[in-house]
Nanobody, 125 residues
Framework: QVRLHESGGGPVQAGGSMKLPCSHS????????IAWFRQAPGKEREAVAT???????MYADPVEGRLTISKDNGKRTLYLQMKNLKPEDTAMYFC???????????????????WGRGTQGSVAS
């Protein structure tokens, strides 16, 4: 059983940065595909970044260049670093994991078995 817990989220001023942690258990997710999703009010939950067990990283086009996904196995924590934030980045942010062989940002949310409860990321204009 994988348990995920997000925290952090702001509020932050537009143009600023935010780093969201997601603590996890068991102790390592080295054999998992991990992902960050976000869901803005009235919109579908969408993947913004994925990190495969092979180290392959992908970002969604709207956030390319502004987001960095990473993990610290020693701290049992996943991260999503965001910079140059915009008001449209305001959303609930979720970390997710599953043991896919192929980890891509295009993989739909219904295929992930493990989710955190989310944390609100707010960007003020």
């Amino acid at each position: 059983q994988v348990r995920l817990h997000e925290s952090g989220g702001g509020p932050v001023q537009a143009g600023g940065s935010m780093k969201l942690p997601c603590s996890h258990s068991p102790t390592t997710l080295s054999n998992f595909c991990i992902a960050w999703f976000r869901q803005a009010p009235g919109k579908e939950r969408e993947a913004v970044a994925t990190l495969g067990k092979d180290g392959y990283i992908m970002y969604a086009d709207p956030v390319e260049g502004r987001l960095t996904i990473s993990k610290d196995n020693g701290k049992r924590t996943l991260y999503l670093q965001m910079k140059n934030l915009k008001p449209e980045d305001t959303a609930m942010y979720f970390c997710a994991a599953d043991n896919f062989l192929v980890c891509r940002v295009s993989r739909p949310k219904r295929e992930y078995d493990y989710w955190g409860r989310g944390t609100q990321g707010s960007v003020a204009s």
